[in-house]
């Protein structure tokens, strides 16, 4: 069983910047990837952000160039830097893994960017 646990999140202005954090516990493995999703009210959760074990990462289209997601293999950790907010950024964004067959997701953090 895998537990996720996302931190960093909270409110910023329009242009801010935010570091989320998400520390994986409980696998005997490293876990091969990673990703971040988030929803917003109202709609569907979408991916944002993924990165396996070797470094491959992929973006959303509406995040690329702003956010940069990073991983620390030693420490089951994944980072989302945040940079250039915008309001439509707001969103609760989860963690999520997929580890021998299973998917598993955090309790989800909340990003609010509003003047």
């Known amino acids: 069983q895998v537990q996720l646990v996302e931190s960093g999140g909270g409110l910023v202005q329009p242009g801010g910047s935010l570091r989320l954090s998400c520390a994986a516990s409980?696998?005997?493995?490293?876990?091969?990837?990673m990703d971040w999703y988030r929803q917003a009210p109202g709609k569907q959760r979408e991916l944002v952000a993924g990165?396996?074990?070797?470094?491959?990462?992929n973006y959303a289209d509406a995040v690329k160039g702003r956010f940069t997601i990073s991983r620390d293999n030693a420490k089951n950790t994944v980072y989302l830097q945040m940079n250039s907010l915008k309001p439509e950024d707001t969103a609760v964004y989860f963690c999520h893994a997929f580890y021998l067959g299973n998917h598993y997701w955090g309790q989800g953090t909340q990003v609010t960017v509003s003047s």
């Open positions: 990165i396996t074990r070797g470094g491959n990462r």
């Open positions: 409980g696998s005997r493995f490293s876990i091969a990837a």
